[in-house]
């Protein structure tokens, strides 16, 4: 009995250890989405400002796009903009914005000034679509194919690296999955 009193908590701190060691290697901007596999959760934004065109979720079928979530408010969202503006004149894929719990206004002169890589860009003031996505800071960005899938979840600001390594070659990829 006195040998378990000693060896119950040794292995439970020899576990937690093992758990932290494990951590360490752990990329937080790959924090798992319970999201991808599953369809674009379903909603009806209007555009930012009310003069762009109202982003939904039946935009996202037909071919493969990337949707990024921003915010005027987000330093890191600032790094993000030349590559969002680069990857949409490239034309590869289709880009969407989900402006989230922002000011309209704000969020209209960010466009006009910093340029607007968006298709469309959906405004959610109260971040209740953000919230279905899983976003719990902005920017994440989202490639979803062709048939509404949401196949990729990536978080903080995109660089030109990760547009030309990695989510280029992933639409490629599913562009060729859905032909």
């Known amino acids: 009995m006195k040998a378990l009193f000693f060896l119950l908590p040794v292995g439970i701190v020899v576990l937690l250890l ?12 790959q924090v798992p989405s319970p999201l991808i596999g599953k369809p674009v959760p379903d909603f009806n934004l209007p555009g930012v400002g009310g003069t762009s065109a109202s982003l939904k979720s039946a935009d996202f079928e037909g071919h493969v ?26 034309h590869v894929v289709t880009l ?11 969020a209209l002169q960010w466009l006009q000034t910093q340029g607007n890589p968006y298709e469309r860009d959906g405004y959610d003031p109260k971040g209740q679509v953000g919230l279905n996505f899983g976003v719990y800071g902005v920017p994440e960005t989202f490639v979803v194919d062709s048939h509404g899938i949401i196949r990729h979840k990536y ?25």
Do not use: M
């Open 18 to 29: 093992l758990l932290f060691w494990k951590g360490l290697y752990l990329n937080p901007a």
């Open 155 to 179: 978080i903080g600001p995109l660089t030109a690296s990760l547009v030309n390594g990695q989510l280029i070659p992933l639409v490629h990829e599913l562009e060729q999955g859905s032909k």
């Open 65 to 90: 796009s990337i949707l990024n979530v921003w915010a005027t408010w987000c330093i890191p969202c600032r790094e993000e903009q030349p590559e969002l503006v680069k990857l949409a004149q490239q």
């Open 96 to 106: 969407y914005g989900l402006n989230y719990k922002d000011d309209a206004d704000s």
